[in-house]
């Protein structure tokens, strides 16, 4: 039985017929070898970049984008949120810093996505 | 701080970061005008991955993508004169004239051989589509949800229901409820979806969020605060039928019902829009009808890839380099005409005495299958492409070496033919 999947690594969002599993898996209707990745991983432990925000305590800056460094199964994301949510961070952070080590025991880094300046941004 | 500049970019969003860079790097004196506090444009509050895969083959976050532009931008020392709003443009000799105004020097004016219009666009509100009700509270677009929770760091509601299906509002319904909130529906008065295909999948289906289709809101309840709205299913011709209306309880009504390029700026200076993108009409340079003035990103026409925007800047930006430079020719333009199941095309025309590449973004205006694409000037064909499928969110880039079309071509023809419901 032939299973339809929507690959989801790109735009182009390419409709994916999967079927078999582990060695035998077979993956039509991918234009590119992401496809069938991400086809293999869909089966057995779906997984996802998570992106959000956690709070910090600079006024001119409340909330610092986030992100994890690589994918988190899907069904661990709330047990995600729920550790960022009592996250506050304290000094300026810029992208790829680590704001926490190992996520919600995934081992998956969280890092900042944007650079927080220092203080007002003044550029001229 | 200089006055007088070879290139003023309005805008510092990756339209206007990419022009400021291109310009520079053509050899222009430029400077970059942004009414916020941050560069970034509407990137800031696009916390979400899938940006740069055409431009960087990597997935990047908005903010980070922005960063590479922000950086490229900072270490050629363009000045960026943030938290400054333009209040009024116009002509003066071979140039312009930018009355600008800011917290440190109140109201003053900059000059500018050229112009670079990055300015975006906005979202359409609840008063330009057709609501019943009284005016509570919660009723946002979803730009303004983004920026609550992204930047202000506010839920605005508990419960909500989302209105389109455009790519922001998928967006802001799996962000909603990964902040707490319950998300009751995306309700779509089309037949299909507006927003990306992965959209849907990583947006709803990951989170069990309800697409209805064909249905669409008609009436918010409530006088201080939504207490809920009546939706109706949808005919084929999208007029809803009210005797089949339901209510949905909610305290939040969020819109993603579209985006029109932020333009009103330029109006004092004669600037011919195009009625269906909304942006101005320009060529493949991305100059527009006024001498000097070139349009690029979002204010051009809406985009559905950041890596289009960057591109449009690059190309708006070194065309403005080399007109205030003095090293542009006389033009000598050829309409490109669109037929057959075109939504839109950009360029409108094409500057033959300029010569080069032009790239050319299209929509189609229905979803079609078995696609053709030709370009022809006179009865010379000069470009086909074929589509297995095409969808109106969906945005094609092609690209045509004007080296190839005719001597003295006229017009030239830009015509896409399909078979429905491919």
């Not at chain 2, 400021?20 to 916390?47: H, W, Y």
Request: glycine content about 10%; proline content about 6%.
């Amino acid at each position: 039985m032939a299973k339809e999947l929507i690959c989801i690594q790109c735009p182009q969002g390419c409709r994916l017929q999967v079927s078999g599993r582990g060695e035998g898996l077979k993956v039509r209707g991918n234009k590119c070898a992401r496809g069938i990745a991400y086809a293999g991983k869909e089966l057995t432990n779906p997984s996802r970049t998570l992106t959000t925000t956690v709070r910090t305590c600079f006024p001119d800056f409340p909330v610092l984008p986030v992100r994890t460094r690589g994918e988190v199964p899907l069904a661990r994301i709330f047990a995600c949120m729920e550790e960022i949510n009592a996250v506050r961070v304290e000094r300026r952070l810029r992208p790829g810093d680590v704001v926490l080590d190992r996520l919600a025991g995934t081992g998956v880094p969280l890092i900042a996505t944007a650079d927080m300046g220092e203080g007002k941004a003044v550029y001229h | 701080m200089r006055k007088d500049w070879d290139v003023i970019v309005i805008g510092a969003g990756p339209a206007g970061l990419a022009a400021a860079a291109a310009a520079c790097d053509a050899g222009a004196g430029v400077c970059l005008v942004e009414r916020e506090s941050r560069p970034g444009g509407i990137l800031k509050q696009c916390i979400h991955d899938g940006f740069g895969l055409v431009r960087y083959g990597e997935k990047l976050t908005g903010p980070e993508y922005a960063w590479r532009d922000i950086e490229a931008v900072r270490r050629r020392n363009i000045p960026i004169w943030t938290e400054t709003f333009l209040l009024e443009l116009q002509r003066a000799g071979d140039g312009f004239v930018l009355t600008m105004q800011n917290r440190e020097q109140a109201v003053f004016q900059l000059t500018a051989r050229a112009l670079v219009a990055a300015t975006g666009c906005r979202e359409r509100t609840a008063r330009q589509i057709f609501i019943h009700g009284q005016r509570p509270a919660g009723i946002y677009t979803a730009g303004t949800v983004q920026h609550m929770i992204n930047i202000q760091g506010y839920l605005p509601g508990r419960r909500c229901v989302i209105l389109g299906s455009g790519d922001i509002g998928l967006i802001m319904a799996r962000r909603l409820v990964l902040e707490g909130a319950r998300v009751e529906g995306v309700y779509e008065i089309k037949p299909e979806p507006s927003g990306l295909t992965r959209n849907l999948v990583q947006c709803l289906q990951d989170y069990n969020i309800p697409l209805h289709l064909s249905t669409t809101v008609t009436r918010v309840l409530g006088r201080e605060r939504v207490e809920g709205v009546v939706v109706c299913p949808a005919d084929e011709n999208l007029r809803p039928l009210p005797d089949r209306g339901r209510i949905v309880p909610c305290d939040t009504l969020v819109l993603s019902v579209g985006l029109i390029p932020e333009n009103d700026i330029l109006e004092p200076l004669g600037v011919e829009l195009n009625p269906r993108t909304g942006g101005p009409v320009v060529d493949q340079r991305l100059a527009a009808n006024v001498p000097g003035l070139f349009s690029c990103g979002n204010a051009l026409h809406v985009n559905d890839l950041v890596d289009y925007v960057s591109e449009s800047g690059e190309i708006a930006g070194r065309a403005a380099a080399a007109y205030a430079l003095g090293r542009t020719q006389p033009s000598n333009h050829a309409e490109l005409v669109p037929e057959g199941d075109i939504l839109y095309a950009v360029p409108g025309r094409l500057d033959l005495a300029a010569g080069g590449k032009a790239v050319i973004y299209l929509r189609a205006n229905r979803t079609i299958g078995n696609a053709r694409l030709t370009i022809s000037a006179g009865d010379k064909t000069v470009l086909r492409k074929r589509y297995p499928v095409l969808r109106p969110p969906e945005m094609e880039r092609i690209v045509l070496d004007l080296a190839d079309l005719p001597a003295g071509a006229g017009a030239v023809k830009l015509s896409l033919r399909g078979e429905e419901n491919g």
